[in-house]
C-alpha cells in the first residue's frame, strides 16, 4: 500500500509539472527547466551525504572507537541483507538519526550522542533498523527524483511569470501567471512532503521487522518526540531542509499530521507499530542472541547506552 501511494503521488507530482508546462505553451521551455533541475538534484544526489554530515559536524566511527554501536549496526545490516553502511556520530544532545547515500552500497547511519544516551540498546535496534529500511528501500533515490520534479515546477512557474505563454495559446496571462507562480510551488511541495511522510510509515514498518520487535521502535519514537521538543537542534534550525532527513522532526514546533508536516505525527507512527505488534502477537522475528554484558544492560535501573 505505501509503494501504491508514493506511485500515485509521483504522478501527480509529473502531472503537475506536465500541466504548468502546458499552461506556459512551450515543451521546449519544460524540457529546459527539467534539465537545469535535474543537473542541480543530480549533484546534490552524488554529494549530498558529505555535504550533510559535514554540515552536523558528524565524525566517522568504527569498531574500535564505537565497539557497541558499530556491533549493533553490524548485527542489524546483517538481519536486513545490507552492506554494511559507514557508521558516524553527531555531537549532539537532541536524541535523533538519519540515513544518507545514494545507494546500498554507498550509505551511510548518523546518530546523535543524545541518541545514545538517552535511550536502551532495543530502542537505539529500533531507530537504527528504520534508517536501514531507508537505505533498503532506496529513499534518497526516491527523494531525489520528486525534488527533481519539484525544482522543475517551481523553475517553470517562474518562466511563467516572465515569458507567459507561446504564441499558440498566448499563456495564463498576467492573473494566471502570478496564479501559477505562487500556487505550483506550493503544490509541488506538498505532494514532495506526502511522499516524504509516506516513505516514513514503510521505513516503519520494515524497521519493525528488520529489529523483530515493532515495540522497541514506538518506544524508541515516543522518547525521541518528547526530548525533540524540548532540546534543540541548532543546526537544524539552521538548515530546515534537511530536516525531512531524520526519524523525528528535528525543528521546534512539530505539530500534528497536516498538510505542512515532514513527518506523520508521531501518534500515528506509535498507533501503526502497536497494530503490527498485535497482528504478530509482539514479535516479528526470533529473539537474537542475548548480548553480553555491556554498557547497554548492566542491570539495575534504567541507564543510557553510554552511561
Known amino acids: 500500500m505505501n509503494y501504491f501511494r508514493t506511485a500515485i503521488l509521483l504522478a501527480g507530482l509529473t502531472g503537475l509539472f506536465m500541466g504548468v508546462g502546458y499552461l506556459i505553451g512551450g515543451a521546449s521551455g519544460a524540457m529546459i527547466a527539467l534539465v537545469v533541475a535535474s543537473g542541480t538534484n543530480i549533484f546534490a544526489y552524488w554529494n549530498s551525504d558529505r555535504m550533510v554530515l559535514s554540515m552536523y559536524g558528524a565524525h566517522e566511527v568504527d569498531a574500535g572507537t564505537a565497539p557497541d554501536l558499530h556491533r549493533l549496526v553490524t548485527e542489524l545490516a546483517v538481519r536486513a541483507g545490507l552492506p554494511m553502511p559507514r557508521v558516524f556520530v553527531m555531537d549532539n544532545p537532541q536524541p535523533n538519526a538519519f540515513a544518507t547515500g545514494r545507494n546500498p552500497q554507498n550509505a551511510a547511519v548518523a546518530v546523535t550522542t543524545g541518541l545514545m544516551q538517552s535511550l536502551s540498546r532495543e530502542e537505539l535496534a529500533g531507530v537504527i533498523a528504520h534508517e536501514l529500511a531507508h537505505i533498503k528501500h532506496h529513499d534518497t533515490l526516491l527523494m531525489t527524483i520528486t ?143 542475548p548480548a553480553p554484558r555491556g554498557p547497554w544492560n548492566r542491570g539495575g535501573a534504567r541507564r543510557g547506552p553510554w552511561g
Open 147 to 289: 525534488a527533481t520534479i519539484a525544482g522543475a515546477i517551481s523553475m517553470l512557474a517562474q518562466f511563467g511569470m516572465f515569458f507567459g505563454g507561446n504564441r499558440d495559446n498566448n499563456g495564463p496571462g498576467i492573473i494566471g501567471s502570478l496564479a501559477m507562480m505562487i500556487l505550483a510551488p506550493i503544490g509541488a511541495m506538498l505532494v514532495q512532503m506526502a511522499i516524504s511522510r509516506t516513505r516514513e510509515y514503510a521505513a516503519d514498518e520494515m524497521g519493525a521487522r528488520i529489529c523483530g520487535q515493532p515495540m522497541w521502535l514506538a518506544s524508541a519514537l515516543a522518547r525521541i518526540d518528547n526530548a525533540a521538543h524540548q532540546i534543540p537542534n541548532m543546526e537544524a534550525e539552521r538548515a530546515p531542509a534537511t530536516a525531512h532527513m531524520f526519524i523525528i522532526n528535528p525543528l521546534s514546533g512539530q505539530g500534528m499530521d497536516n498538510l505542512f508536516a515532514t513527518h506523520p505525527s508521531t501518534e500515528n507512527r506509535i498507533a501503526a507499530l502497536q497494530k503490527l505488534a498485535g497482528q504478530s502477537g509482539g514479535g516479528l522475528a526470533p529473539e537474537t542472541t
